[in-house]
């Protein structure tokens, strides 16, 4: 059991709490493995190179990235007073969401499972 009032336990939680403006996708219907070849590209870039890189990159999960980052950047400037162009991107990653199962019917009669993964994916930026 912990030790001390509930309150007294939620203000030292929230206390250690990361103050980085992030913004956060879930459920987004690209794989993991996709999603991390974009998130490879413009980590640890400043803001404005990796809206670049995104706008011009051919993958699918570009776009989604490329809005969860102008997210992330309208948090920093409107929630912590931040200037956009000292910003660039600290933390990056996709997390592994559930997968949805289908059939899909093959020949003499069997059924193969195609599964349609998604994914969590979290951009974190900070001032330099």
Known sequence: MAKGHRSQIKRERN?????RPSAKLSYARVSVQKACFVL?????????TALAILEYNPRYASSI???????AIANAENNNGMNVENLYIAECYANKGPTMKRIQPRAQGRAYRIEKRMS????VLDER
Not at 15 to 19: G, L, Q, R
Not at 65 to 71: F, P, R, T, V
Request: net charge positive.
């Open 40 to 48: 490879d590209a413009i980590r640890g870039k400043d803001v404005t």
């Open 120 to 123: 969590h994916i979290t951009v």
């Open 65 to 71: 990235i490329k809005k969860l980052l102008q997210s």
């Open 15 to 19: 206390a250690n709490k990361d103050t």
